[in-house]
């Protein structure tokens, strides 16, 4: 008997019927589900997670620690047992006087159970808290390991908490009660257009898992994104070098020079004119270059970090010079870009050229012994496999950079969004800050692997030193004035490593700021919104913890602190200068092209 029998013979109600098509249709896209997984790329052990060495060793540690301390092991495993079987027996014993509701919840609040479902229902509560409990012990079983050294120990620590989080109840639709109860609503259609979400981002990168966090087709850049007017007035194999149009009638005699990172995308500084950084620079009286980096494919193979500071930044220095007729400019360099900008003033130490007259960093990173939370991918493990990556194919792809920050913070940028689109069949929402970070870029073989062994790795900026363009620079030879932020809650660039590098720079005329929020919301927080506060301390001679403990705490943003620290920097008033002439003609209106350009 067919489903259209049941329902002419009125075995199945219309709402019934309405469910048994929809799960025909999860049959149905499921076989297409499972032909759009077999395409997808075969990514190296390497670059799946930790050797196995780091588990050996945690491994072997805690059995020495049984061995010698097994009071204390007994100790936590005896408390675990108990917390778990109280809370059994506390649920068996309400169940027995039927009582349909949860025992007495002492775990900590957690947002991925802010569904009302996880407090009330007796099922789901118990669910939650035995996972949480099971949490815990393992976030304690780490702890008690005390042989191994701290790095290790950090990435035990890190790894540990993935696995944790990757088997939250949450994340399986028979223990979601938030999608379940959507599914039962909707009779089925939120699992379907779930299925559907998950197969749609599966084709869009051709078998590769990439949740897509925001609507793609909500921003176009130039329109609704990176609309700030300007004109595209130099272009080479490296970077299109957009000169901003005017706001004001005078400008600062003395341009300023902004390096995004290459990494991700410049628009992150221009995504709509109440939040971008551009504008406000533009109208606060400067003649703003912004370098748009290109996107690069496997012919920018054996592209260094020597051509990153000669094509790219001595080169657009020297472009900036002579559109403007000036004999300096002021540079930005911002994460990965301030750390080349440092190493590219240093060289020009070495050369004697004053072309730069003070920089400004942001969440930047020039002193790596301490790597931050980020540093767990930077043992030898996950960079031997990087390397064997990018030989064989020319570039590291932005799929791994992508995947690598995503995890960073797995909850907010996997797990949850993963929730939303494939079990509860939800559109990403159209926001701008997740479209940008979706739109990654890759980096060259050659260059990826010196910045990953000799900077990160092995730290020879801040040490031994590190060879660019047939110098050895180190960061004492950094000596031009200089404005650098960190960010408090900076999980890429942390604050304490940032204010090192500062620290050791040889530069008499420093200014350091902390800003409250991220790597991205400590930056991009424009005045008006009045949202993050920051910190000041002139002393640069503490250690990051006391120059903290004594800082002076400032409401709102750093921007207008900046400018009045820059337009001290940027000489006299002149008249504004309004983009192409006849030796530097316009190519093409901002955002110019190599931002919008997909590898081939």
Known sequence: MTTNDLESTGALGPHAAKLEANLAKVEELTQRLLRVMGQGR???????????????????????????NPAKLIEHQIEFWGKSVKHFVEAQHLLAQGKLEPPKDETPKDRRFSHELWDTNPYFNFIKQQYLMNAQAVQQAVEDIETLDEGEKQRLRYFSQQLVDMISPTNFLATNPEALALAAETEGESLVAGLENLIADLEANDGDLVVTLADKSAFRLGENLATTPGSVVFRNHMFELIQYAPSTEQVHEIPLLIFPPWINKFYIMDLKPQNSLIKWAVDQGYTVFVVSWVNPD??????????????????????????????????????????????TLALMKKRKDTSVNAATFFTT??????????????????????????QEHGILDSFFMSRTFSFLRSNDLIYTPAIKSYMMGKAP???????????????PAKMAVEYLRGLCQQDKFASSGFDVAGETVRLRD????????????????????????????????????LSQSGHIAGIINPPTKNKYGHYTNPEMGLTNDDWRETADFHEGSWWPRWDAWLSQKSGKQVTARTPGSDDFPVLAPAPGTYVAAKPS
């Open 365 to 390: 990173l020039t002193d790596f012994s301490d790597r931050g939370e980020v540093g767990v991918f930077l043992d030898d493990d996950f960079v031997d496999g990087i390397e064997h990556e990018v």
């Open 429 to 443: 929402p159209a926001f701008d800050l997740l479209y940008w970070n979706g739109d990654g870029t890759n980096l």
């Open 478 to 513: 950094v000596t031009v004035p200089l404005f650098a932020v960190a960010c408090e809650t900076d999980h890429i660039a942390a604050w304490k490593s940032s204010y090192n590098g500062v620290a050791r720079m040889g530069s008499k005329d420093k200014t350091f700021v």
């Open 42 to 68: 075969q990514v190296a052990p390497a670059l799946q997670g930790p050797s196995q060495d780091l588990y050996m060793k945690a491994a072997t540690a805690y059995m020495t620690e049984m061995m010698h």
């Open 298 to 343: 496997a012919k920018y193979r054996e592209t260094s970090m020597t051509d990153y500071v000669e094509d790219g930044y001595l080169t657009a220095i020297a472009q900036v010079k002579a559109i403007c007729d000036v004999k300096k400019v002021n540079a930005v360099g911002y994460c990965i870009a301030g750390t080349t900008l440092s190493l």
